[in-house]
């Protein structure tokens, strides 16, 4: 079993910045991908950004160029830095793990952290 606990959400100002960390009960060296969803009210969870144990990252279109996710393997913890906010951006975030095995595949979640980017 995997423990993924958010921090870093709150209210900022459009123009803002916060950084979200998702710190993980486990080694994420392995972890195949660790991911960052967000869910705004009455619409459904969507994939922010994506980091794999490479450490190649990939971010959802609307992002680009605002949001970046890195990971700290000594620290078990994965990093979401948002900047130039939008009120567009309100919503949980959630982080997720994705773990492949020879047997079955996994994905964790964490409780979500709540953004409100205030216009």
């Known amino acids: 079993q995997v423990q993924l606990v958010e921090s870093g959400g709150g209210l900022v100002q459009a123009g803002g910045s916060l950084t979200l960390s998702c710190a993980v009960s486990?080694?994420?060296?392995?972890?195949?991908?660790m991911n960052w969803y967000r869910q705004a009210p009455g619409k459904e969870r969507e994939l922010v950004a994506t980091i794999s144990s490479s450490g190649n990252t990939n971010h959802q279109r609307s992002v680009q160029g605002r949001f970046t996710i890195s990971r700290d393997n000594a620290k078990n913890t994965v990093y979401l830095q948002m900047n130039s906010l939008k009120p567009e951006d309100t919503g949980v975030y959630y982080c997720?793990?994705?773990?492949?095995?020879?047997?079955?595949?996994?994905?964790?979640w964490g409780q979500g952290t709540q953004v409100t980017v205030s216009s």
């Open positions: 997720n793990a994705y773990l492949e095995t020879a047997l079955q595949n996994y994905d964790y």
């Open positions: 486990r080694s994420i060296f392995s972890i195949n991908a």
